[in-house]
């Protein structure tokens, strides 16, 4: 009796590796908070970043994150966090230094946050790849910590000078070199991430939406100073992103521009406002890590414009010719009513003087069966946050 043949067993598909993701967090003052949330979303998804980066309070939640601290950990630290624990006036310094005193407020403070949140040691000892975006004060160049032959210095040092945002607190000294925020050059910076990786997961709090700020020369040194340096990163933050050719990237721009930078009484909505802004943008995970390039989620929006309240600037036109042009009548118009945006799309929009220009996402539009146009301190929120209501 012929035995018979074996049949070898079949063998399970393997399994397409998982994506190498650089995770990226910008500075924000404690909007960056927000950082916490996606970084649950994050985990509930499975998603271990490749890298982390950040500037600001990012380098501090991804010198945390690197280091392995949990994410409950992470957000209890920031609902306990109050301004004493942050912010101490240099009164001495002020009386005996004046004009020479480095910075108006004590760095001890900020300093014990950053060694109790950071790793201990240096970036060699990391298991993980952490980058920290400062500014060479000395040269004004930036300068990232962590990345090859910049890794033999103190992983506490670096975050603190990620956070000294200057005039408010000391520059910070890394390897003789004076650095300050890296928030004065680049707020979020995704270019030096994202190189060798298959994803860039971007996370902007800080930049993201300028709204109308009335009275704003009556509110003090702090907040005309503070005013103008997120007007600064804003534009900084235009070009890598209007240009950008690295690998797919998901952009969340969490809708925190309503809280202050320095608000200590909203840290769990901050959160919370992380985290949802997380979700609905890993919707799109898996159409990003099919592309070669681009910045998700897209999403279809209506372009309009109030001919009544359009003075004919032309400044639409200038800054956006891909989208808006200008009439015989020298009336803005958009080329096409819908396009597809990203969340780095439409920032001319407020930058309309009479804020003309009104932005829908096609899906309300539907949903509610008539256009209903966003007024000027949605808009951006809308169109620059999240490419939707």
């Known amino acids: 009796m012929k035995s018979k043949p074996k049949v070898a067993p079949r063998r399970a598909p393997k399994k397409p590796p998982a994506p190498r993701v650089a995770l990226v967090l910008g500075g924000g003052g404690l909007k960056g908070f927000a950082h916490v949330g996606v970084l649950r979303a994050l985990a509930e998804r499975g998603i271990k970043p490749a890298v982390y980066a950040g500037t600001s309070i990012g380098a501090l939640i991804a010198s945390a994150a690197a280091g392995g601290m949990p994410v409950d950990e992470m957000a209890q630290r920031a609902h306990d966090l109050r301004k004493r624990d942050l912010f101490r006036v240099n009164r001495l310094g002020i009386v005996l230094n004046r004009l020479q005193l480095p910075a108006i407020y ?100 800080g930049t993201s939406a300028l709204l109308t700020e009335k009275d704003i020369a009556q509110h003090g ?50 959160m919370e406002a992380g985290y949802r802004a997380a979700v609905d943008g890993l919707e799109g995970f898996e159409t990003c890590c099919d592309s070669e390039s681009g910045i998700f989620p897209r999403r279809a929006m209506r372009v309009a414009v109030d001919r009544a309240k359009c003075i004919g600037c032309t400044l ?7 989208v808006m042009a200008m009439d015989e009548s020298g009336k803005a118009y958009p080329w096409t009513p819908e396009v597809e945006w990203s969340p780095a799309d439409g920032d001319f929009v407020q930058h309309c003087p009479t804020y003309a220009i009104e932005v829908t996402p096609v899906e309300a539009v539907v949903k509610e069966n008539q256009p209903e146009a966003l007024g000027p301190p949605k808009i951006v929120e809308a169109v620059a946050s999240e490419g939707a209501a």
């Open 106 to 205: 004590l760095e001890g403070p900020l300093r014990r946050v950053c060694e109790s949140v950071a790793p201990t040691g240096k970036f060699t000892d990391l298991d993980a790849t952490l980058l920290v975006n400062t500014v060479d004060l000395q040269r004004g160049t930036q300068i990232v910590w962590g990345l090859p032959g910049l890794k033999d210095v103190s992983i506490a040092e670096a975050v603190y000078s990620s956070c000294a945002l200057p005039g408010f607190f000391p520059p910070g000294e890394i390897d003789k070199r004076p650095c300050v925020d890296g928030g004065v050059m680049d707020n979020l910076p995704v270019a030096i991430a994202g190189r060798g990786m298959d994803m860039v997961i971007a996370v902007d709090t």
């Open 221 to 270: 040194f702090s907040a005309i100073y503070m005013r103008a340096a997120t007007t600064m990163m804003h534009a900084l933050q235009l070009a890598p992103l209007e240009h950008w050719a690295g690998p797919p990237m998901i952009l969340i721009r969490p809708r925190v521009s309503h809280i202050g930078w320095f608000s200590f009484s909203h840290a769990d909505e901050v």
């Open 316 to 322: 639409c036109a200038a800054l956006a010719p891909q």
